[in-house]
């Protein structure tokens, strides 16, 4: 899986987990606004972008690869994440909360479509439309994608395989708060868009009930892409909860 590492070896350290269908390039309007007092770890996650040569088998086993990338660390890290990335992180600090510091939760799905059969069967035969500009390119207007990323995400989504997909938006729906997420003794932020789907909302109030120390907010204005629809807002709001 590969991994950038940016800013100094000695300052804090902060993983940053983008979304399905994207790659780590994802958080870079929110870099611009971050001060330089962090050192960032942004991987490319499996099947994606720069790891598109290993297929995401599950979330269970992306959890474990990024846990051995923590394990590298000398000290817990914090964790935020996007959408799939959110999830990740969410099981990341409730099975190696040794390892996590303190998690932000962006738009994570966590109540399990009813009927997940029918809706995998379709993203099988059209898999092959995430290869098509026109296709990308609408995709990627739904999750905010600016004008100067637009081309790395036609890249990206044209080097995602179809086993990528299937896994990844197969876990993605099935995901439900972890047991161990109640346990997690560390500061927890979680945020959805107020224009999302009233599915991501419940999402959010489900893990913020789970874990009574967690804020919870509701940000106006935004849909499915806080991160890359308000990246100054949202640098400001990490910054400040990083404290």
């Not at 971050?34 to 088998?57: E, F, K, M």
């Not at 996590?100 to 962006?106: C, E, G, I, N, W």
């Not at 990308?136 to 739904?142: E, F, G, T």
């Not at 009233?198 to 935004?222: D, F, N, R, Y």
């Amino acid at each position: 899986m590969h991994v950038d590492r940016v800013g100094s070896p000695g300052a804090p350290p902060l993983l940053l987990l983008h979304g399905g269908g994207v790659a780590g390039w994802m958080w870079e309007p929110t870099r611009r606004h971050l001060t330089d007092d962090r050192r960032l770890l942004i991987p490319d996650l499996p099947g994606h972008g720069r790891s598109a040569d290993q297929d995401y088998v599950s979330h269970d086993d992306t959890v474990h690869q990024l846990a051995a990338v923590l394990e590298r660390e000398e000290r817990p890290v914090a964790v935020a994440g996007f959408s799939l990335g959110a999830q990740l992180a969410v099981l990341l600090a409730a099975r190696r909360p040794d390892l996590v510091d303190r998690v932000a939760v962006v738009s994570a799905q966590t109540v399990p479509l009813r009927a997940p059969g029918p809706m995998l069967a379709l993203l099988r035969v059209t898999a092959g439309l995430a290869k098509h500009e026109w296709f990308a390119r609408m995709q990627a207007s739904a999750l905010f994608v600016p004008d100067d990323l637009l081309p790395r995400y036609v890249q990206t989504s044209a080097g995602i395989s179809r086993d990528t997909l299937l896994h990844a938006v197969g876990d993605n729906i099935a995901f439900r708060v972890p047991a161990g997420w109640s346990a997690f003794p560390g500061p927890a932020l979680i945020l959805a868009g107020a224009r999302e789907k009233q599915l991501m909302k419940i999402s959010a109030a489900l893990l913020h009930e789970a874990l009574p120390q967690s804020i919870l907010e509701i940000v106006e204005g935004c849909g499915h892409g806080i991160p890359l629809q308000q990246p100054a807002w949202f640098a400001r709001r990490i910054e400040a909860w990083l404290g």
